[in-house]
């Protein structure tokens, strides 16, 4: 049963930056099939896709966040990151990690709540 | 970006009634098309990928159908549990996008 896990810090301040991370069990971030998601949803609102990387490097991101964002793997770890730069009260969010195909996203972190304020 | 549009954005029904949401894609999708269901303070749950096949553990009551760029999701009979908003998301694009959800209430 796999498990993914999110952590990081829950209050960011403008302009710094949010970094968050999902540690994964019960399977392995090297498995060849699969991506590694960061999905959002800000308090209120529908999802938006952040991005994806592959075990192989391979990485693609939501042309609005592009600029901002980065993520990378740990496979010592089996874990995967999340870095968003120069934040604003508009990335307020719950950010939930994911395992992915080619197809969908068929197994989802429970979410953790990133406030951005002062 | 491929703009995926619900609709409704969201309905009342009572237990037992046929639902229907649509998904509309901006451009053709084939069918790499997929639904997930949410409950409030839960992460999303994926019900039906490539716009029909049922993910394992999913009730029969859902189904999904739809190619190109119009697809539906139906459940047959609503249950208690059903109670919940509704996202359709395209994979035919690397960027992946996701409808901006239905929310189901109880009538």
């Known amino acids: 049963q796999l498990h993914l896990q999110e952590s990081g810090s829950g209050l960011v301040k403008p302009s710094q930056t949010l970094s968050l991370t999902c540690v994964v069990s019960?399977?392995?971030?090297?498995?060849?099939?699969?991506?590694w998601n960061w999905i959002r949803q800000p308090p209120g609102k529908g999802l938006e896709w952040i991005g994806y990387m592959y075990h192989s490097g391979s990485s693609y991101y939501n042309p609005s966040l592009k600029s901002r964002v980065s993520i990378s793997l740990d496979r010592s770890k089996n874990q995967f990151s999340l870095n968003l730069t120069s934040v604003t009260a508009a990335d307020t969010a719950v950010y939930f990690c994911?395992?992915?195909?080619?197809?969908?996203?068929?197994?989802w972190g429970q979410g953790t709540l990133v406030t951005v304020s002062s | 970006d491929i703009q995926l549009t619900q609709s409704p954005s969201s309905l009342s029904a009572s237990v037992g009634d046929r639902v229907t949401i649509t998904c509309r894609a901006s451009q053709s999708i084939s069918t790499y098309l997929n639904w997930y269901q949410q409950k409030p303070g839960k992460a999303p749950n994926l019900l039906i990928y490539v716009a029909s096949t049922l993910q394992s553990g999913v009730p029969s009551r859902f189904s999904g159908s739809g190619s190109g760029t119009d697809f539906t999701l139906t459940i047959s009979s609503l249950q208690p549990e059903d109670f919940a908003t509704y996202y359709c998301q395209q994979s035919y694009s690397m960027s992946r996008t996701f409808g901006q959800g239905t929310k189901v209430e109880i009538k």
């Open positions: 019960g399977g392995s971030i090297s498995a060849s099939v699969y991506s």
């Open positions: 994911a395992r992915g195909s080619s197809i969908a996203v068929d197994s």
